[in-house]
């Protein structure tokens, strides 16, 4: 089966209906994108395809052929990060880390759909589970790289 991933084509001998998850894990090597619920609800295994978010621990691999599949190793370099992986850092959002590739990759998918999105849009778009709690910080990191960011009453 031959999948495009970041940009790189990758041939890979498994079942049809082997999750997704588990060939960029544990075939490809790329660590990034984690597994945690098993069920596509936490979302620390999202993924792009085509450019839309997707819970990679429940798609078949099968049906992400021929699409092209980014992963967090993909959305930006070390030497070049993504505004998002800074506006993580400056806002310190993370506490363990671990739900944070996930939570990373459906923000940018937001920000291709609605540069500029309101409260109420990252809400609706962000779907992933952070143990830790740390929406509030999730919320302001996305509003900083839209250049959205509410303005704090001065006292």
Partial sequence: MELLINNQVHQVDVEPEMPLLWVIRDMLDLKGTKYSCGIAQCGACT??????????????????????????????????????????????????????????????ALLEKIPQPTDADINSAMSNICRCGTYARIRDAIHDVAGTAPEIAKV
């Fill in 47 to 108: 993924v792009h395809i085509d450019g839309e978010p997707v819970r990679s621990c429940v798609l078949p691999v099968s049906a992400a052929v021929g699409k092209n599949i980014t992963t967090i190793e993909g959305l930006a370099t070390n030497a070049a990060p993504h505004p998002l992986q800074t506006a993580w850092i400056k806002h310190q959002v993370p506490q363990c880390g671990y739900c944070q590739s996930g939570q990373i990759m459906a923000a940018a």
